[in-house]
């Protein structure tokens, strides 16, 4: 009766007990060093996204920066070009005042 505990059970029946506790315990470490692994790749993955979401934001901002520098100079030529165009229009008019008086002063 050596080999029987107080509580009933035999040192056998412990050992038994202890390590299938032990297998119990290394299936519930190695599924939660699972889930560990899984969530630090799914960080990965989100950050990965993250850079590459911001690299797209300042790409986005450089071109917006050359969009909009392209277009003060578009328009400063814009402008330069009806500023001439008016002063054109003008000297045509004078001309063609010109030309009608000297047509009617031959008449």
Known sequence: MTDRISNGFAASDLATSGASDIEQATRR????????????????EHARGEEELA????????????LANE?????????????????IAQRLDVAIDTIRSVIDAGD
């Open 71 to 87: 277009l003060d100079g578009t328009l400063v030529r814009s402008r330069e070009l009806e500023r001439a165009n008016r002063e």
């Open 55 to 66: 690299a797209r934001i300042q790409a986005l901002g450089t071109d917006r920066s050359r």
């Open 29 to 44: 470490l190695a599924a939660a060093l699972d889930a560990l692994e899984n969530a630090v790749e799914r960080r990965r």
